[in-house]
Each structure stands twice: as structure tokens, then as C-alpha cells.
């Protein structure tokens, strides 16, 4: 028997009212060959998955809190998080765990693109890794740096913008662009592509305390995605601002369209997807 490299050791997130979700991720991550930490107890989940577990009893704030702290200690272990954000929701105590995962420089990968307020270092499932870009607006101080592991590209000052932000180095933008330098772009938002539905009884109770209005139902040739939910300001689309970049951040761009994941609107005044904006005066998503 060959000898295995070390399995890569992920540990799923997310609230345990996601029962299904959470032994479906934990089928697939093992199947690709990872080792899977997830969690024992589904208090969260529907009343008949609690019985299905022996689990119908409720559970006090004790031992809620020792439950929290106990899979802090399974990210310890774990190379990276993966965020079950089903229906893009995120409760508090996984808002917790991606912070603490990423104050210890975990990577988080998610299961569905992730709202922008949700994105607390700009990575997300469709772009892993890839860091988020500010716009500086013009006068306004901002740092730039070649250094990944620099804390301040996790850093949010006041204005939504991040203290620095990431670019690649002279020496590497020197070696050639291969899209011209563009320095704005402009917010366009999303289009859903396929069909809209609305949202079932049992969606509009589980995510109550979400802005989702619809339901985009993707076909077969986009599994495993099922679909995703859009909010009424998703679905209004982008604010229509055109933010400016300096030089280096274009050039960046230039040299490596998807280098950045996220970047900044300065109306919306937070982080968005890139594929939420076009290059000012043209159809051309950025990103691409
Ligand atoms: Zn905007």
C-alpha cells in the first residue's frame, strides 16, 4: 500500500438547523479526500431530526456556549473552514467561527456566494483566496501592500474600505498586461439567468430573518448548484456608481484579471463581487 500525503483537514460551519446540509458537505469533502470535522449535535435542526438523534431535548445557554467553544477547537485542527451558508445564511456563532477562523489564518471557503456584509475577507467559494480590492477615493489615504499576510488587509476603517490592500509587485506587473489598464469601473449589479420562483412556506419560515424575496432555480447543467435566493435590492441591481482606481490597483488588474475576488463601491460603501461591476464604458464584467 502506497503511502498517503497528509489529508487536508476542513472543518464545516454553519447553523445546525442545516442538518442535511451539513451530512451532504461531509459526504462530498470526504469523498475528495479530506478529512471532516463537523458538528455531533443538531439542536437547530427540525423537530424530527432531533428525535432521529436522540436529541430531542433543548439545550441550555451553558451548554450552547461549550458547544461554540468546542468548535473553535475542531478549527484549530482543521487546514480551512467551510462555511454551510445554505440559502446564503449566517448566524452569530458562525459569524464567530469565520472570524476567529480567519484571525488564524484558516481559509473559508463557502457553500454559496456569500452576501457582501458577509464577506469578511473577500474570499468566497466561487473565487477561493482571492482578496478583496478597495477603491481609494481621490485624496483618501490608503496603504498598498505585496505582502499576503499583512493584518491590515483584514482591517475595516470607518468608511467601509480596508486599511491596505493587496497588489502584485512592480516587478511582476512589469511583465506585461494582458487586458489594457482600466482605472473605474462602474456598479451594474446581478441578473439572475434562469428563472425566478417564489419562495415556499417553509423557505419563508427558515430564513426569516433574511431579505430574500425570490428563488433562482438552476438547471441540471449547473449541479451541484440547485439555485440561489436574491434579495429586492439584489434584484433592483448595482447603484449605478463609478468608482476610481489608482495606478497600481489598475495595473494589477491589468496584469491579472482575476486577481481580486471583491472590490469596493464607493455608493454602496462596502465590498462587492467583481462580477457585480463592468469597466466604466463598456459591457465587460470586471474579473474578466
Ligand atoms: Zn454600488
Redesign the pocket.
Known amino acids: 500500500m502506497g503511502l498517503m500525503k497528509k489529508p487536508t483537514i476542513v472543518c464545516l460551519c454553519g447553523s445546525t438547523r442545516f442538518y442535511h446540509e451539513f451530512q451532504a458537505a461531509n459526504f462530498r469533502e470526504t469523498m475528495a479526500g479530506k478529512i471532516v470535522l463537523s458538528v455531533g449535535f443538531f439542536a437547530g435542526s427540525p423537530g424530527e431530526m432531533k428525535q432521529e438523534h436522540g436529541e430531542g431535548v433543548g439545550i441550555s445557554p451553558a451548554e450552547k456556549a461549550l458547544l461554540d467553544e468546542l468548535h473553535k477547537r475542531k478549527i484549530d485542527l482543521a487546514d480551512e473552514i467551510l462555511v454551510l451558508n445554505v440559502g446564503r445564511y449566517i448566524g452569530d456563532s458562525t459569524r464567530s467561527e469565520i472570524a476567529y477562523a480567519i484571525e488564524h489564518g484558516k481559509p473559508v471557503r463557502y457553500l454559496e456566494f456569500p452576501l457582501a456584509s458577509e464577506q469578511l475577507t473577500g474570499t468566497d467559494r466561487s473565487m477561493p483566496g482571492k482578496p478583496s480590492l478597495n477603491n481609494p477615493a481621490s485624496g483618501k489615504h490608503y496603504n498598498l501592500t505585496t505582502d499576503r499576510s499583512d493584518p491590515r488587509l483584514h482591517a475595516v476603517t470607518p468608511s467601509g474600505q480596508n486599511e491596505a490592500y493587496i497588489i502584485l509587485s512592480e516587478e511582476e506587473r512589469a511583465k506585461g498586461f494582458v487586458r489594457p489598464v482600466r482605472q473605474s469601473y462602474m ?1 451594474v449589479g446581478l441578473k439572475p439567468k434562469y428563472p425566478l420562483r417564489d419562495l415556499t412556506d417553509v423557505e419563508k419560515r427558515r430564513y426569516d430573518e433574511s431579505d430574500f424575496v425570490k428563488y433562482e432555480v438552476y438547471p441540471e447543467s449547473e449541479s451541484p448548484k440547485v439555485g440561489r435566493f436574491w434579495t429586492e435590492k439584489e434584484l433592483r441591481g ?2 449605478g ?1 463609478v468608482t476610481k482606481m489608482s495606478l497600481p490597483l489598475s495595473e494589477t488588474y491589468a496584469r491579472d484579471p482575476k486577481f481580486y475576488g471583491s472590490t469596493f ?1 464607493i ?2 460603501r462596502t465590498h ?1 463581487p467583481v462580477a457585480e461591476f463592468v469597466w466604466d464604458g463598456t459591457d465587460e464584467p470586471v474579473g474578466s
Open positions: 456598479h448595482g447603484c456608481s463601491c455608493g454602496c462587492l
